[in-house]
C-alpha cells in the first residue's frame, strides 16, 4: 500500500471512530429474541425502543417511516422480518457523512468502492430467503455490517467474509463496540477477512447465502458448501437497478444435485421498487420521491 | 503584470500584418488546446469513466462562445487594450489548467451516486466549471487575435487550424510517453513554446522572462504539486475495477504499458477467480480450480480480463464448463479461428480443445506486447509461442473478410467485455466484431458445416444486449441462408451470467442437435433455440406488457400485471422446511413469493427472460420480428456498420420517461449523457448567441444586412464541419481499432488539411460569389459519397499494416478537409472587407457554439440513424449554407459604428 494511501485509510478510520460518540446508547435492557416489538405505530415503537435498546429517538422515527414504506412496498412481509428490520440500528453501519441519509432508498458509499444496500434490497432480498432460527447463514462480502447485523435477528449462526482488510477490521470494530454497549445479539455474528471465493469450509455447510460482490460465475465451493436445498441469492447489475439472482441446490432422488437459478420473485416479472417517501402519514410513489 | 503589458503595448500597435513567429505562436496555442482536451479526457477515462470526460471537455468547448460574447460586448475596450488582455489571457492558461486539474481531483465526483447522493451533480458542475477556465483563458487569447488581425484572417486561420491538427499528432506520439498522470505536461510544453514565441515576435523582453516564470512554474507545480499537497495525481474511483486489485492484500502490479492504446496494466493476486460463465455444475463435476491461477489485465482502469496461467493437464477439464467450449462438442480436431485474443481464454480453450491449429487476432499491439513481455510470457507459459498458433495482429473481423482461408470454428467469446456491470455506465462505443457485416464475413469464412460460436453476457434483466445480438446473428443467417436459417441456429443461455449461439454452416444434423442438447443440459444451460424446438406462444404478449410495466409502470402495476408463479400450485417440497408465512390461500403477493421463500423450491419452469430469448428466436426466424421488437421495453435493433452499438437500449420515445427513475437506466448512462449534454449545450449555446441579440441588436447590427443569414452560415459551418470530424472518428475506428488513435488522426487530418484549404481561399476571396458555393456544393457531394462508399473502403485498409493504415487514413480525409477550410476563411475575411465587425466577433461565436451542439449530436444522430446519417446531416448542412452565403456578401448600409452601449 502507498504511504499515501495508508494515510488517508488511517484518517477514514479514524474519521470513522468518532462517528459513534454522536448516536451511542447504551442498550438498557437485554437482548431478548423472542421481544414483542411493537410495529403498528410509530410512538409505541419508537417508546419501546427507547426504553429496552436506548437508540435516538431521531434515527427510529426515520427508521419506522422507512419501515412502513418497506411493508407497502412489501420489502419485508413476515413479521420476524419486520422485527429483524426494526431492531437493527442502520445508522450504526453507515460513514458519518452519510449519516443522515442512513435511512433513505438510496444505496450509500461506504470507502473502498464498496456501497450498503438500500434498506428495501436488504428487505427482500432476507424475506426471500427466509431464515429460520438456528439455520446457518453465510454471508460473502462483510462490507458495512449491516446485513449480517440484520440477520443475527433471525438466527443466531450468521458468518460473514470480506475481502479487504481494512474494511473487515472496521466492521469488526463496529460489531465489538455494540456488544460492548449491549448489543448481544451481534455477538452471535462470526467475521474473518480472507477470499470468500473459497466459503468458510470449517463452519459450513449452510442452508443460506448471500453473495454481495461481483462475479463472473457462482464460485464452485460455495454452491458445495450449501446444504442440500440450500438457497443462495446474490444481487447482479448496477448498485441503482440490481435484480437478485436466486440459486438452488435442488436434490434429485438419486441423491446428485441439480442447480437451479432463478429470481426472487420466481417467475414474476416485477416492477422496480419506487422511490417512495412519506409525506405526513401518506406514502407517496413513484420513482420520483 | 503591468510592466508586462505597458511594454507590450509600446512594442507593436496591431497585428494586421502578422509574422511567422505570430502564426506559429498561434498554432501552438491552438494546439496546446486541443492537447488540453485530449489529455483531461484521458485524466477522466483513468480517473473515472470517460463519457464524463466527453461530457466536461465538450462543454468547455463553449468557452469558446463564450470570450466570443464577451468580446463582442466590449470590443471597443479590447480594440483599445488587445495586448494587454491577449498577454494576460496567454499567461493565464498554463496556471488555470494546472490549477484546475489539481482542485478537480479534490472534487471528484462519484458517478454511480450521480442520481441517489444529491451532492455529485454539484461535484461534476465543479468539475465543469474548473475544467472551462483554462479553455476560457485560450478562447480569449484566440479571440483576440482573430480581431485584431481581421484583414490577414485566412492565415491565422491556416496557424490555428494546421496547430490545431499538428498538435493532435504531437498527443498521439506523446501518449507513448506520459503516463495519464502527466499527460497534462504535453499541452503545457506547447503552451510555453507558444507563449514565448509570441512575446519574442513583439520583441517584448520582459514578456518572455514573464512567461518563462509563468511556464517553469506551472510545470513544475503540476508535476510536484499534488506530492507536496498530498493530492492525488489523479483520483481514482474507488469503484474501477483497478481499484478493486490494488485494496486486495496481495494485490500486486506486475506490468504497465502506456500508449494511445489506453493505459494497460495487469495485476496479480491470488484472490482474483476468472471464469466466465462456469457451468454452476462445474462444483459437482470438476476438481476445484487451483487457487493463483489468474492474472488480471485493465484497460485505463476498467476490467479485469482475466489472464489464465497455464494449468497442468488435470486441470484442463475445467474448459469444458465454460460456454465458449460449445462448437467444440461437435467438432473435432477443428482448425479454429479466434476472432479476438483479449485475455487468451478463448485461445486456451481452443488450443485445449484439440484444435488442429489455431488463427487467432489481436488489433491491439499492446495486449499482443504484453503477452510477449517476459513477465506475461512466465504467467502463460508463453502461450503465444504454441506451436499450433498463428496471431493475426489486426481485426480479425476484417481478416476473415479478406481471407480465402476456411475454418471449422469461428470464436468470438466474450471479446471487448469485462463482464462484471460498470457501475458508471457504458459509453457509446462501436462495437464492429458484432456487427450483421461482421457476422457475415464470419459465415463466409466457414468450411462446409464449420460452426461459429459467439458468447455473450446476459446479465441484463430484463435483457437487452443478448435480444441485439439475436437479432443480428438471425439477420446475417437469413442473409446467408435465406431458405436453411432456421436449422442453423442454436442458442442457449443461463440466466444472469451468458448466452452463446452457434451457427452451423449447412445447419445442424439430428445426432448434433441431441449432442448438443444433452451437453446443454449437463451443464443446466437453458435451451433458447434449436431447429424443431417447439414453441408456445400463448404468454407472449403478457411478458411484453409485463415487462414495459416493469420498467416505466408506475410501481403500483404489480397486482395488476402478476402472474401466478409458475410454481406456486406445485406440491410442496417434503424436504423444505415449514414456511409459517405462507398460507396458500391469501391473496397471491405481488412481489416477494413467501410460499417459496424456502428451500426446495426448483423455481419456475420458464423464467421470464428465458421466455423472451425464445420468443425472440422464434420470431426472428418464423416471422413476427417486426411486432415483437416494437412491443419490447427497449430498442432491440440489429447491430450494422452503419449503427454499431449495444448502448442505447432506451427507445427515443420513452426518453421523457425515464427522468423520474434514472437510477433504472445506469447501465445505458452514457447514452442519457449524450442527450444531457445535448440540451446543455442547445440551452448555453442559445444563450450565447442571444446574448448579443438582445443587447446589441439594435445598436450594432442595425447597419448590419443579411444578419439572420450570416447567422445561418456559420451555424450551418459549425454543425458541418464539427459533424464530419466526430462521425469519422466513430467511422474510422473500423481500420484504426482504437478510438483514441482514431481520433488523433482524423482531429489532425481534418484541421490540417482545412488549414491548407483556408490558407487556399485566398485565391478565391476576391471570386467568392461564384466559386464558394461550388466549394460547398463540391464538400456536400463528397460528404454524400463519403457516407455511401467509405464503408467497404475502411475494410479494405483495415487490412494493412498499421503504419499504413494510419497514412492511408490520414490521406483519405483529405479531398473534403481541404475544401471545408475554405468556406470559413472566406466568409470572415468578407465580413472584415464590409465593415461588418461585430458580425465578425459574433460569427466566430456562433460557430463556436453549433460545433458543442454539433458534436453532442453526432452519437444521437449515429445511434438514431446511424454514421451514414452524420455524414448526410452534414452534407444537408453545407447545402444550407450556399443560399446563405450570400448574405454574408450583403454589404452594410453604413460603416459600423462602435458599441456604445456596451
New interface residues.
Given amino acids: 500500500m502507498k504511504r499515501?494511501?495508508f494515510?488517508t485509510l488511517s484518517a477514514g478510520a479514524a474519521a470513522f471512530s468518532i462517528l459513534p460518540a454522536t448516536v451511542r446508547a447504551n442498550v438498557p435492557v437485554p437482548y431478548d429474541r423472542n421481544a414483542e416489538v411493537p410495529f403498528n405505530d410509530k410512538k409505541s415503537f419508537i417508546d419501546w425502543m427507547v426504553a429496552n435498546r436506548g437508540e435516538d429517538p431521531k434515527f427510529l422515527a426515520q427508521r419506522f417511516d422507512r419501515f412502513q414504506i418497506m411493508v407497502y412496498?412489501?420489502?419485508v412481509?413476515?413479521?420476524r422480518n419486520k422485527r429483524a428490520f426494526l431492531l437493527t440500528p442502520r445508522e450504526e453501519f453507515v460513514l458519518p457523512q452519510n449519516l443522515g441519509?442512513a435511512y433513505?432508498h438510496?444505496?450509500?458509499?461506504i470507502?473502498?468502492?464498496?456501497?450498503i444496500s438500500g434498506p428495501h434490497l436488504v428487505g427482500?432480498m432476507t424475506?426471500?430467503?427466509?431464515v429460520?432460527f438456528g439455520e446457518a447463514v453465510l454471508e460473502i462480502g462483510t462490507g458495512s455490517g449491516y446485513q449480517s447485523a440484520y440477520l443475527a435477528n433471525l438466527t443466531d449462526k450468521v458468518h460473514t467474509i470480506e475481502?479487504?482488510?481494512p474494511l473487515a477490521q472496521r466492521t469488526r470494530r463496529t460489531y465489538d463496540g455494540l456488544v460492548e454497549r449491549g448489543y448481544s445479539e451481534f455477538g452471535s455474528v462470526t467475521s474473518r477477512n480472507a477470499?470468500g471465493?473459497y466459503g468458510w469450509e470449517s463452519v459450513g455447510p449452510f442452508?443460506k447465502i448471500i453473495v454481495t460482490c461481483?462475479?463472473?460465475?457462482?464460485?464452485?465451493?460455495?454452491?458445495?458448501q450449501l446444504?442440500?436445498?440450500?438457497?443462495m441469492v446474490i444481487p447482479?447489475?448496477?448498485?441503482?437497478?440490481q435484480?437478485v439472482?436466486?440459486?438452488?441446490?435442488?436434490?434429485l432422488a438419486d441423491g446428485?444435485?441439480?442447480?437451479?437459478?432463478?429470481?426472487?420473485?420466481?417467475?414474476?416479472?416485477?416492477?422496480?421498487?419506487?422511490?417512495?417517501k412519506l409525506e405526513g402519514d401518506q406514502i407517496v410513489?413513484?420513482?420520483?420521491g | 503584470m503591468a510592466a508586462v503589458i505597458s511594454n507590450s503595448r509600446l512594442t507593436v500597435p496591431s497585428l494586421e500584418a502578422p509574422r511567422l513567429a505570430h502564426y506559429l505562436a498561434v498554432g501552438l496555442i491552438a494546439g496546446a488546446i486541443i492537447a488540453l482536451q485530449i489529455a483531461v479526457m484521458r485524466v477522466f477515462a483513468v480517473g473515472s469513466w470517460s463519457h464524463f470526460g466527453s461530457l466536461v471537455v465538450s462543454l468547455a468547448m463553449l468557452g469558446f462562445s463564450l470570450s466570443s460574447v464577451v468580446i463582442f460586448a466590449g470590443k471597443g475596450w479590447f480594440d483599445r487594450h488587445w495586448q494587454g488582455a491577449a498577454t494576460a489571457a496567454l499567461l493565464l492558461i498554463g496556471p488555470l489548467a494546472v490549477g484546475s486539474n489539481l482542485v478537480a481531483q479534490t472534487v471528484p465526483f462519484?458517478a454511480?451516486?450521480l442520481?441517489?447522493?444529491p451532492a455529485q451533480k454539484w461535484r461534476l458542475l465543479a468539475n465543469f466549471l474548473l475544467y472551462l477556465l483554462p479553455f476560457l483563458a485560450g478562447a480569449f487569447f484566440l479571440g483576440i487575435v482573430f480581431l485584431k488581425s481581421r484583414t490577414a484572417f485566412g492565415r491565422v486561420y491556416f496557424a490555428d487550424l494546421t496547430g490545431s491538427g499538428l498538435a493532435g499528432l504531437v498527443v498521439l506520439v506523446s501518449l507513448y510517453l506520459f503516463a495519464p498522470e502527466t499527460i497534462i505536461v504535453v499541452p503545457l510544453l506547447l503552451w510555453a513554446a507558444g507563449s514565448l514565441l509570441w512575446f519574442l515576435a513583439f520583441g517584448a523582453w520582459k514578456s518572455v522572462v514573464a512567461g518563462v516564470v509563468v511556464a517553469a512554474l506551472s510545470i513544475s507545480g503540476y508535476l510536484m504539486l499534488p506530492g507536496l499537497l498530498?493530492i492525488?495525481d489523479i483520483a481514482v474511483?474507488?469503484?474501477?475495477g483497478v481499484?478493486?486489485a490494488?485494496?486486495?492484500?496481495d494485490g500486486k502490479r506486475i506490468y504497465r504499458s502506456v500508449s494511445p492504446f489506453g493505459d494497460l496494466q495487469v495485476y496479480a493476486s491470488?484472490?482474483m477467480?476468472?471464469?466466465?460463465?462456469?457451468s454452476?455444475?462445474?462444483?459437482?463435476g470438476?476438481p476445484?480450480?487451483p487457487a493463483n491461477t489468474y492474472v488480471g489485465m485493465y484497460r485505463d482502469g476498467d476490467g479485469p480480463e482475466g489472464i489464465m496461467r497455464n494449468l497442468a493437464p488435470a486441470e484442463q477439464v475445467y474448459f469444458r464448463y465454460l460456454p465458449m467450449h460449445y462448437p467444440y462438442v461437435i467438432k473435432d480436431k477443428p482448425k479454429t479461428f479466434v476472432v479476438q485474443f483479449g485475455g487468451g481464454i478463448s485461445t486456451q480453450a481452443a488450443l485445449n480443445a484439440g484444435s488442429t491449429s489455431v488463427t487467432v487476432a489481436e488489433s491491439n499491439p499492446m495486449t499482443l506486447r504484453a503477452f510477449r513481455d517476459p513477465v506475461l510470457k512466465d504467467v502463460t507459459g508463453d502461450i503465444l509461442a504454441e506451436p499450433r498458433l498463428k496471431v493475426i495482429d489486426y481485426d480479425g473481423r476484417l481478416f476473415l473478410a479478406n481471407t480465402t482461408e476456411r475454418y471449422d470454428v469461428i470464436d468470438l467469446s466474450l471479446a471487448d467485455s469485462v463482464?462484471?456491470?460498470?457501475?458508471g455506465?457504458f459509453a457509446i462505443s462501436e462495437k464492429y466484431a458484432y456487427t450483421r457485416e461482421a457476422m457475415l464475413s464470419y459465415m463466409h469464412a466457414l468450411a462446409d458445416g464449420g460452426v461459429l460460436s459467439i458468447t455473450l453476457w446476459n446479465?441484463?434483466?430484463?435483457p437487452k444486449s443478448v435480444l441485439k445480438l439475436y437479432s443480428t446473428v438471425a439477420e446475417a443467417a437469413t442473409t446467408f441462408d435465406p431458405k436453411g436459417a432456421a436449422n442453423d441456429i442454436f442458442a442457449v443461455s443461463?440466466?444472469?451470467?451468458t448466452t452463446t449461439v452457434l451457427f452451423k454452416r449447412g445447419g445442424f444434423t439430428e445426432t448434433e442437435i441431441k449432442t448438443l442438447r444433452d451437453y446443454t443440459k449437463s451443464m443446466?444451460w437453458e435451451e433458447v433455440y434449436y431447429p424443431g424446438m417447439t414453441y408456445d406462444g400463448s404468454g407472449a404478449q403478457k411478458?411484453l406488457d409485463?415487462?414495459r410495466?416493469?420498467?416505466f409502470?408506475?410501481?403500483?402495476?404489480?397486482t395488476l400485471?402478476?402472474?401466478p408463479?409458475?410454481?406456486?400450485t406445485a406440491p410442496a417440497?417434503p424436504?423444505?422446511?415449514a414456511?409459517?408465512?405462507c398460507d396458500p390461500t391469501a391473496p397471491a403477493?405481488?412481489?416477494?413469493?413467501?410460499c417459496?421463500?424456502?428451500?426446495?423450491?426448483?423455481?419456475?419452469?420458464?423464467?421470464?427472460a428465458t421466455e423472451m430469448q425464445r420468443m425472440t428466436w422464434h420470431a426472428l426466424l418464423t416471422g413476427g420480428w417486426g411486432k415483437l421488437a416494437g412491443d419490447y421495453v427497449f430498442d432491440t435493433r440489429a447491430l450494422s456498420n452503419d449503427q454499431p452499438y449495444f448502448a442505447a437500449y432506451v427507445k427515443v420515445a420513452d426518453l421523457p420517461r425515464t427522468?423520474?427513475?434514472?437510477?433504472?437506466?445506469?447501465?445505458d448512462w452514457g447514452y442519457l449523457l449524450i442527450w444531457a449534454t445535448l440540451g446543455i449545450a442547445c440551452v448555453t449555446a442559445a444563450s450565447l448567441v442571444l446574448l448579443p441579440v438582445i443587447f446589441g441588436w439594435r445598436i450594432v447590427f442595425s447597419r448590419s444586412r443579411g444578419k439572420l443569414g450570416t447567422i445561418l452560415y456559420f451555424a450551418c459551418l459549425g454543425l458541418g464541419y464539427i459533424m464530419v470530424e466526430v462521425g469519422l472518428i466513430s467511422r474510422f475506428t473500423v481500420a484504426l481499432a482504437n478510438p483514441t488513435v482514431s481520433a488523433s488522426v482524423l482531429i489532425s487530418s481534418m484541421l490540417v488539411f482545412s488549414g491548407l484549404g483556408s490558407l487556399f481561399a485566398e485565391r478565391i476571396f476576391d471570386r467568392a460569389r461564384t466559386l464558394l458555393p461550388l466549394v460547398l456544393l463540391a464538400v456536400c457531394v463528397l460528404l454524400l459519397a463519403y457516407g455511401f462508399y467509405l464503408s467497404p473502403v475502411l475494410d479494405r485498409i483495415g487490412a494493412y499494416p498499421y503504419a499504413v493504415r494510419l497514412l492511408l487514413c490520414f490521406l483519405l480525409v483529405s479531398p473534403p478537409a481541404f475544401l471545408m477550410g475554405m468556406p470559413m476563411a472566406t466568409a470572415m475575411t468578407w465580413l472584415a472587407r464590409l465593415g461588418k465587425e461585430h458580425l465578425f466577433v459574433w460569427a466566430w461565436g456562433i460557430n463556436g457554439c453549433f460545433s458543442v451542439i454539433g458534436s453532442a449530436a453526432v452519437p444521437i444522430v449515429a445511434t438514431s440513424f446511424g454514421l451514414s446519417a452524420v455524414l448526410q446531416w452534414a452534407a444537408i448542412a453545407y447545402l444550407i449554407a450556399i443560399p446563405a452565403f450570400f448574405a454574408v456578401l450583403l454589404p452594410s448600409k453604413a460603416p459600423a459604428v462602435r458599441l456604445v452601449a456596451a
Fill in positions: 499515501r494511501d494515510l412496498n412489501k420489502d412481509l413476515d413479521d441519509r433513505d438510496a444505496f450509500l458509499d470507502g473502498y468502492g464498496v456501497t427482500r424475506t426471500s430467503i427466509d429460520q475481502i479487504i482488510n477470499d471465493y442452508d461481483g462475479i463472473d460465475h457462482i464460485p464452485p465451493s460455495l454452491l458445495q446444504k442440500p436445498n440450500g438457497v447482479v447489475g448496477p448498485p441503482g437497478a435484480h439472482l436466486k440459486v438452488i441446490k435442488q436434490q446428485t444435485f441439480n442447480i437451479v437459478r432463478s429470481d426472487i420473485y420466481n417467475g414474476k416479472v416485477v416492477p422496480f421498487v419506487p422511490f417512495t410513489g413513484t420513482h420520483n | 462519484n454511480i451516486f442520481v441517489s447522493d498530498g492525488p474511483s474507488q469503484y474501477k481499484a478493486y490494488r485494496n486486495f492484500p491470488s484472490y477467480h476468472f471464469a466466465p460463465g462456469l454452476d455444475n462445474a462444483a459437482f470438476m476445484e480450480v463482464g462484471l456491470s460498470n457501475p455506465g446479465k441484463e434483466e430484463p443461463s440466466y444472469l451470467s443446466s411478458v409485463d415487462y410495466a416493469s420498467i409502470g408506475s410501481g403500483q402495476d404489480a400485471t402478476q402472474q408463479a409458475a410454481d406456486a417440497n424436504t423444505a422446511p414456511n409459517p408465512d403477493d405481488p412481489t416477494l413469493d413467501a417459496a421463500g424456502a428451500g426446495g423450491d426448483a423455481g419456475p419452469q420458464v423464467l421470464p427522468l423520474d427513475r434514472l437510477d433504472l437506466f445506469q447501465d
